[in-house]
C-alpha cells in the first residue's frame, strides 16, 4: 500500500510564496503519477497539479497556472508544489494525490486514487 506524507503549508501574504513537498512511500511507488487537490471552507475538491511519474508530462488547474510549478524528484519519490504570487482564495486544505496515470489523477472520484491528509495554506490579504 502506498502512503503519502505531505509537509510545507503554512501561513503566507498575499504575493508571496511556499512551497509543498509530498512523499510516496510503501509498495508500487515507482509508475504512479503524483499531484495535488485542494479544498477550501465550503467549496468541494479542486485540482491543482499533476505529473507522471517519470516527469513526462504536467498539468495544472486553470486557477493555478503561471503561478504554481509541480515538479518530481523520481529518485526520492516525492513531489514539490512551488506556490507563488499567493491570493487569499488559495487558502484551502491541499492534499497530495497518486493515482495509476495523470488522466484518471485529476478526476477527483477515482476509485483507485489515494490521498495524504493534507496539509493547511493560509493566505492573508
Known amino acids: 500500500q502506498v502512503q503519502l506524507v505531505e509537509s510545507g503549508g503554512g501561513l503566507a501574504q498575499a504575493g508571496g510564496s511556499l512551497r509543498l513537498s509530498c512523499a510516496a512511500s510503501?509498495?508500487?511507488?515507482?509508475?504512479?503519477?503524483m499531484g495535488w487537490f485542494r479544498q477550501a471552507p465550503r467549496e468541494e475538491r479542486e485540482f491543482v497539479a499533476g505529473?507522471?511519474?517519470?516527469?513526462?508530462?504536467?498539468i495544472y488547474g486553470d486557477s493555478v497556472k503561471g503561478r504554481f510549478t509541480l515538479s518530481r524528484d523520481s529518485g526520492e519519490n516525492t513531489v514539490y508544489l512551488q506556490m507563488n504570487n499567493l491570493k487569499p482564495e488559495d487558502t484551502a486544505i491541499y492534499f497530495c494525490?497518486?493515482?495509476?496515470?495523470?488522466?484518471?489523477?485529476?478526476?477527483?472520484?477515482?476509485?483507485?486514487?489515494?490521498w495524504g491528509k493534507g496539509t493547511l495554506v493560509t493566505v492573508s490579504a
Open positions: 494525490v497518486a493515482d495509476q496515470s495523470l488522466v484518471t489523477l485529476k478526476l477527483p472520484n477515482s476509485g483507485a486514487k489515494l
Open positions: 505529473i507522471t511519474w517519470n516527469n513526462a508530462a504536467t
Open positions: 510503501g509498495r508500487s511507488t515507482a509508475r504512479i503519477a
